[in-house]
Structure formats: C-alpha cells, structure tokens
C-alpha cells in the first residue's frame, strides 16, 4: 500500500538549500583513504588463520528462504552462509572491490567444448550438511541437475530469465554436469559464480518442505550451518566442521542481527559490539564517516565506487515518458552533483553500468553525444518539454522506498525539487520495502520509481534484462530492436576485446536514449575491527564466502 511522503520542512523533509548546504560541508572534511601509494593496513599481511570466536555483524531478516522464490537481497545475502555456488568469485583483501574473477566452488573445473556447451566437473567428497533429511550424504551431479531444473521451471522464479540462454542441464556421470545452450552465452561462467538465485539444493530437502521458505529448510553444502532464526531479531549459524575449503571457516559462529536503525548500529559499531561496519555492505555512511575517523581512528577504511547505479526508472511505453524530448529534459533537470555532495557526499555521475565495474563502466565524458544530457540544465530542460508538447510541464507519480535508508529518501526528495524546478510536478510516494520489491521493483507501479536500478557484476547483468523487449527485469518497458541487437551481438562475442567495445557503445547510446535516467554511483566506505582479518569487501551477496575466509585475532582490541 503507498504512503503519501510529506515534502515540506515541517513535515520532516530537508530543504533543498539545507541538504545541499549540509553536504557541502560535510564534502569540504571528509577524508579519504588513498586506493594506491603505501600499502594500507587492511592490505597487510594478515598472519596465520587463527580458530574460534563468534562474528557479530549487521545483516537482515530474510522474506523467507526460498532464493527461487524472491529476489530479494535479505533473502540471498542470508542464504550465503549456509548454501555454496557451482562457480564463484574470488574473495580475499587482495581482491579489488568491483573485481570479479570466477573460480571453481563446488565444481573443480569446466570447459566449454563449443558456443553451446559448458561442462562443469564437481569436488568429489563435498558432503551436506549433516541434518535430516540429508544427513551429511554427499553432494552429486543429480543435485546441481535438480536445482536448475527448479529454477528454469518454478514460475514464480522472478530470475528465472537471467538462465534463459539455457536449453536444458544433463547428467554425465555422478560428478559432472553439461550445460546445455539454445544460443551462445559468454557470461554463463559470471552468471552461475553470481550468488543471488545460484545456490545449490537437494531435491530431499524440497520433498520434505514444499518449497524452501522455512529456516529449518536452509540445509546446504556451506560453510555454516543456520542454528537458530529469531524473526526480525537476528539468524545465528555455527561453524560447519565438514565445509569442504580447507581450514575454513575459522570463526565458530556469526551473528547476523538485524540492525534497521541507523544509529543503534552506529553506536553498536563505536563500542566494539558489532565487528564491522553497520551500514549495508558492512559500510559506514558518508554522513558519519568524518567523526567516526575521529574518535575510531583504529579503525580499517576502505573506499569503493558502488556498482549500483542509482536514477530514475519509467514506464518507457507511456505518455509522456515514450518521448524520448522528455526523457532527456528530466536528465538534465537534475544537479547529479548536488545530489551527490547534499546526501552521498561523494560518488560520481554514472551511465548504465555502475562505476564500481571500472572494468566495464565508461566515466560520463565519454558517453559521446549522449554525455550532454548529464549536464545540468534546466532551460534546456523546459525548451525540451516545450518542444515534446508539455510548455507547462506535467505531473506524475515517483515511487520510492524508506527500506535501503534514509539517504535514498532524501535524494528523492532532491530529485522532486530538481523536477518541480522545470514545471513537473511529483507526487512522491514512499512504500514499504516489502511491498516494493513484490510490485514496484517488479514493474508494477505509476509514472517513475527513483532507487538503486540494478547490482550486477558482470555489464550483461546489468544491461540485459533491462532493455530487452518483456523481460521481467525491463521495469522501462523499453523496446528498442537496435539495442536488442547490440545486446544479442556482446552475448555471443568471446573475444573480450571486441565485447568491450560493444559493452561501450550499448552504454554511449542508451546515454543518448535516456530510457533510465541514470544519477550517481556512491562512495562506499567499508569498515572493520582491525582484530577481523584477512577480509576484504566487495559488492556482492556473498558473505558467507568472505566470512568463512577471515579470522578474529581480538589480542588488545577486546570488545567491551
């Protein structure tokens, strides 16, 4: 059900002129930590793996936990410590943030004997977790033919296109499996090693249960088992003595608690209660970074650009957002740096794909003709509206939710102002996050939504599913057959040179095309106990990996 979100001063909503005076002094203090020069210290190195100790973090109650039935990020980031991915990406400190290297998981290795065939050899020895029905018996090549047998034919998977290149999963022997394709897909690899809808299952579990959306159903081949579930208090999960990476994990047990408020996790970091950082991605907001460094200046920093672009999405296939004079008018109606320095304080303009994929994401003066439509500039913004029918402007309706935090709240707010600025009239609407991700998040909603608009780690995930024609990621509506055909053409490219520079255009002509008007990629600032060690962060749902991988070493810095 939408709320109506009040926008006055009086109301609770910050001024444009306040926001903006707020950020820019905060913006003139913030220090950051240099990504090159010295070694830092979160790169150094970390000693011997020690055992022992609980990990108490900032996590999430998952809407239940059934990852072919949702997906919702509370969902899958709790998923990760219990299940296991075919493939997955490498974790480690050594390991930049927004790199995303595939590595062999519960399959040892693959090859790709042609465009339309990827087999996939399992560990032998990796065993289940021991609890019924499954009772520690060993993982084989039926369980990964059942689980994406699942996901390509339970109707209610919402991810389930992100497989559609796949024609069918075959058994070879016990412990190998052959993928096989209806048309080539280069980012298979990147797309099985992608955590959210990934994880492996066994089809006793399933038989038992129903469907997977019971706490007693999270039985996977993980590095922790799930011990306890206290709804919307935390999930507690003990160390899995059979995990099948060596050694790991090396903490006995984590804590994830569900930490909604923003400066109860903010003091529980400052007193050592919790162990790493207590905003999402176990970061600390911008907004408190400053007095943080202050008085915790023993504290482990580490700056990212997100991989998640933030803008504006709209329904592409109605008036007036079906012209394309409107869609670039509401782009440079918006100051992207003054939303930047008013409530993220830093980041940078992005195009389609997040700027945290440095490898893939082109900065916004490169965007060729597309690139004048991230300058700000409302008059010509209001000839352009003038031009398209609407000299007066217009006004709609921009959906946005209170669930990933305040920050994003107060950059709707901005982007309602910027809006008004050039005669479009907002009807802001705040919804609760639950109801956001089952209708809004899925296209079902009026006018435009402001909010994260996709986490991929790789450019197809990103692009693909947003503008291809009726898939259920295209919350634009967007139907463009020259698009379609650039984005079919980078699927079967394997040299990855040729690729990039089909990614690049894709990425130059939606920038001229305004289809999403894409606004920033936020500074993250991640943050740890200098006893947690050997961990580095990244952006994706997979922390039970990186979890299982570090250890406590509290000597001096002893929680109080």
Same mark, same amino acid.
Request: aromatic content about 10%; proline content about 7%.
């Given at each position: 059900?939408?709320?109506?979100?009040?926008?006055s001063? *009086?109301?609770?909503?910050?001024?444009?002129?306040?926001?903006?005076?707020?950020?820019?002094?905060?913006?003139?203090t913030?220090?950051?930590?240099?990504?090159? /020069?010295?070694?830092?210290?979160w790169?150094?190195? *970390?000693?011997?793996?020690?055992?022992?100790?609980?990990? !108490?973090?900032?996590? &999430?109650?998952?809407?239940?936990?059934?990852? $072919?039935?949702?997906?919702?990020?509370?969902?899958?980031?709790?998923?990760?410590?219990?299940?296991?991915t075919?493939?997955r990406?490498?974790?480690?400190?050594?390991?930049?943030?927004?790199? &995303?290297?595939?590595?062999?998981?519960?399959?040892?290795?693959?090859?790709?004997?042609?465009?339309?065939?990827?087999?996939?050899?399992?560990?032998?020895?990796?065993t +289940?977790?021991?609890?019924p029905p499954?009772n520690?018996?060993?993982?084989?090549?039926?369980?990964?033919?059942?689980?994406?047998?699942?996901?390509?034919?339970?109707?209610?998977n919402v991810?389930?296109?992100?497989?559609?290149?796949?024609?069918r999963?075959?058994?070879?022997?016990?412990?190998?499996?052959?993928?096989?394709?209806?048309?080539?897909f280069? +980012?298979?690899? $990147?797309?099985?090693?992608?955590?959210?809808?990934? +994880? @492996? @299952?066994?089809?006793?579990v399933?038989?038992?249960?129903?469907?997977?959306?019971?706490?007693?159903? #999270?039985?996977?081949?993980?590095?922790?088992?799930l011990e !306890?579930?206290?709804?919307?208090?935390?999930?507690?999960?003990?160390r899995?003595?059979?995990?099948?990476?060596?050694?790991?994990?090396?903490?006995?047990?984590?804590?994830?608690?569900?930490?909604?408020?923003?400066?109860?996790?903010?003091?529980?970091?400052r007193?050592?209660?919790?162990?790493?950082?207590?905003?999402?991605?176990?970061?600390?907001r =911008?907004?408190?970074?400053?007095?943080?460094?202050?008085t915790?200046? $023993?504290?482990?920093?580490?700056?990212?650009?997100?991989?998640?672009?933030?803008?504006?999405?709209?329904?592409?296939?109605?008036?007036?957002?079906?012209?394309v004079?409107?869609?670039?008018?509401?782009?440079?109606?918006?100051?992207?740096?003054?939303?930047?320095?008013?409530?993220y304080?830093r980041?940078?303009?992005?195009?389609?794909?997040?700027?945290?994929? #440095?490898?893939?994401?082109?900065?916004?003066?490169?965007?060729?003709?597309?690139?004048?439509?991230?300058?700000?500039?409302?008059?010509?913004?209001?000839?352009?509206?003038?031009?398209?029918?609407?000299?007066?402007g217009?006004?709609?309706q921009?959906?946005?939710?209170?669930?990933?935090g !305040?920050?994003?709240?107060?950059?709707? =707010?901005l982007?309602?102002?910027?809006?008004?600025?050039? /005669?479009?009239?907002?009807?802001?609407?705040?919804?609760? &996050?639950?109801?956001?991700?089952?209708?809004t *998040? =899925?296209?079902k909603y009026?006018g435009?939504?402001?909010?994260?608009?996709?986490?991929?780690?790789?450019?197809?995930?990103?692009?693909?599913?947003?503008? @291809?024609?009726?898939?259920?990621?295209?919350?634009?509506?967007?139907?463009?057959?020259?698009?379609?055909?650039?984005?079919?053409?980078?699927?079967?490219?394997?040299?990855l040179?040729?690729?990039?520079?089909?990614?690049?255009?894709?990425?130059?002509?939606?920038?001229?095309?305004?289809?999403?008007v894409?606004?920033?990629?936020?500074?993250?600032? *991640?943050?740890?106990?200098?006893?947690?060690?050997?961990? /580095?962060?990244?952006?994706?749902?997979?922390? /039970?990996?990186?979890?299982?991988?570090?250890?406590?070493?509290?000597?001096? $810095?002893?929680?109080?």
């Amino acid at each position: 059900m939408h709320t109506p979100l009040a926008s006055s001063h *009086a109301a609770g909503g910050l001024s444009r002129r306040a926001l903006l005076q707020m950020g820019l002094a905060a913006g003139l203090t913030v220090s950051v930590v240099p990504l090159s /020069g010295p070694t830092p210290l979160w790169a150094a190195d *970390a000693g011997q793996p020690k055992r022992g100790g609980i990990l !108490r973090v900032r996590g &999430y109650d998952p809407v239940h936990f059934d990852h $072919h039935l949702t997906n919702n990020a509370k969902t899958n980031t709790t998923l990760s410590f219990v299940h296991s991915t075919l493939l997955r990406f490498q974790v480690g400190p050594e390991i930049p943030p927004g790199t &995303y290297t595939v590595e062999p998981h519960l399959a040892e290795s693959w090859e790709e004997p042609d465009d339309l065939t990827y087999v996939f050899h399992l560990r032998r020895g990796i065993t +289940w977790h021991n609890k019924p029905p499954l009772n520690g018996r060993e993982l084989v090549a039926d369980d990964v033919k059942f689980t994406f047998d699942r996901f390509l034919h339970a109707k209610a998977n919402v991810l389930r296109d992100t497989l559609e290149s796949v024609d069918r999963v075959e058994v070879v022997d016990r412990y190998t499996v052959k993928f096989i394709l209806k048309e080539p897909f280069v +980012w298979l690899p $990147h797309r099985l090693a992608n955590p959210e809808g990934m +994880w @492996i @299952i066994a089809p006793e579990v399933v038989e038992k249960f129903g469907d997977l959306k019971t706490p007693e159903s #999270a039985i996977g081949t993980g590095p922790f088992l799930l011990e !306890r579930y206290e709804p919307n208090v935390k999930t507690v999960f003990k160390r899995n003595p059979a995990y099948f990476r060596a050694g790991q994990p090396y903490v006995d047990g984590v804590e994830w608690l569900v930490l909604e408020d923003e400066s109860t996790g903010l003091a529980m970091y400052r007193t050592g209660q919790i162990d790493c950082g207590p905003w999402h991605w176990w970061a600390v907001r =911008q907004a408190d970074l400053e007095s943080l460094k202050k008085t915790h200046p $023993h504290l482990m920093y580490r700056d990212f650009l997100s991989i998640v672009p933030s803008g504006l999405t709209m329904r592409t296939d109605q008036p007036p957002f079906n012209d394309v004079r409107v869609r670039r008018a509401i782009s440079q109606a918006l100051d992207r740096q003054a939303i930047i320095e008013a409530v993220y304080l830093r980041g940078e303009a992005t195009p389609a794909i997040g700027r945290g994929l #440095a490898e893939w994401s082109l900065p916004v003066d490169q965007l060729g003709a597309g690139a004048k439509y991230y300058q700000y500039d409302p008059k010509e913004a209001k000839r352009l509206l003038a031009e398209a029918g609407y000299p007066k402007g217009f006004k709609t309706q921009l959906t946005t939710t209170a669930g990933l935090g !305040r920050d994003l709240v107060d950059a709707a =707010q901005l982007v309602q102002r910027f809006l008004k600025d050039v /005669g479009i009239e907002i009807d802001l609407r705040l919804q609760e &996050y639950g109801a956001y991700m089952a209708t809004t *998040a =899925q296209g079902k909603y009026e006018g435009m939504i402001y909010g994260p608009i996709n986490l991929a780690t790789d450019p197809d995930g990103t692009l693909y599913g947003r503008f @291809i024609p009726d898939h259920p990621m295209n919350r634009g509506y967007v139907n463009d057959p020259k698009l379609t055909a650039m984005l079919k053409e980078q699927r079967r490219t394997r040299d990855l040179e040729e690729r990039r520079q089909i990614i690049f255009a894709i990425q130059r002509y939606v920038a001229e095309q305004q289809y999403y008007v894409y606004t920033n990629s936020i500074t993250t600032t *991640a943050s740890w106990q200098p006893y947690v060690k050997n961990y /580095g962060p990244n952006h994706t749902f997979d922390y /039970g990996s990186r979890v299982a991988a570090l250890w406590l070493e509290r000597g001096e $810095h002893r929680r109080p």
